[in-house]
């Protein structure tokens, strides 16, 4: 039987404005936000604000919006950051990695050459997350 959705989660916490985050997009169903222990810089989560733990759970209605944000996020780090590429990431339980259980995308700018960093646990420091925030929102509005 699959797990119960928490609504006690991390991201939870941060969709109600309980945990503060460096928001770069958000609409009626999805918000976007820099990830704080980054795996390469402008690295974004992009979230639906309906909960569920992951994909394999969520309402499909929950889907397009949340995709269609995907693509918009990972056009503008793209752009942001003058990336090579973009890796767009999601876990499904723990097997696959998942470690937080509200259905999330990662959108990760790449450059040639340069690995994806360990998720170490590493917490950036704040100021480069608002920074990186503020060229990935430049980047949308431009």
Do not use: C, W
């Not at 609504?7 to 460096?22: Q, T, Y």
């Not at 929950?62 to 693509?71: C, R, S």
């Not at 646990?121 to 100021?127: A, N, S, T």
Request: aromatic share 6%; proline share 8%.
């Amino acid at each position: 039987m699959a797990e119960a959705y928490d609504p006690g989660n991390i991201f939870a916490k941060i969709l109600r404005g309980e945990i503060p985050s460096h928001r770069v997009y958000e609409d009626d169903a999805v918000v976007a936000f820099m990830d704080v222990m980054p795996q390469g810089m402008g690295h974004t989560l992009v979230v639906p604000k309906a909960p569920s733990r992951n994909m394999l759970d969520a309402d499909p209605a929950t889907l397009g919006p949340l995709f269609a944000i995907v693509q918009k996020i990972a056009v503008a780090v793209k752009k942001a950051f003058d990336a090579d590429g973009v890796t767009i990431m999601q876990f499904n339980e723990p097997a696959s990695g998942q470690t937080v259980y509200h259905l999330h995308v990662h959108v990760v700018p790449r450059f040639e050459g340069v690995p994806l960093k360990p998720h170490s646990g590493q917490m950036e420091k704040p100021e480069v997350l608002a920074e990186n925030a503020g060229k990935i929102r430049e980047a949308l509005a431009g």
